[in-house]
């Protein structure tokens, strides 16, 4: 099974930045698209940002002009740069990874930016 581990969360102040970042490993053969989910307190799991293999990659609208995922494909891992950081942006930020036929999931980690 491929194993996605998070790490580089923390407390911040607004304004602020953090730095995500999520490595795979296990049997890995070909992972198509990666990203980052995060889910606040009282709300849905909701897709911040995501890059497929080729090197394409979608925002949300909120994160937009602030947040930039990378990937080094070599590696099978995957970044999030958090700049500018919002209170609103206050949630447990879970990595994925996705191919055809398997979805995978960190286990996630908290990312609380104080006003």
């Known amino acids: 099974q491929v194993q996605l581990v998070e790490s580089g969360g923390g407390l911040v102040q607004a304004g602020g930045s953090l730095r995500l970042s999520c490595a795979a490993s296990g049997s890995i053969f070909s992972i198509n698209d990666m990203g980052w989910y995060r889910q606040a307190p009282g709300s849905q799991r909701a897709l911040v940002a995501d890059?497929?293999?080729?090197?394409?990659?979608n925002y949300a609208d909120s994160v937009k002009g602030r947040f930039t995922i990378s990937r080094d494909n070599a590696k099978n891992m995957v970044y999030l740069q958090m700049n500018s950081l919002k209170p609103e942006d206050t949630a447990v930020y879970y990595c994925y990874g996705a191919n055809s036929k398997d979805w995978w999931w960190g286990q996630g980690t908290q990312v609380t930016v104080s006003s």
């Open positions: 890059k497929t293999s080729g090197g394409t990659a």
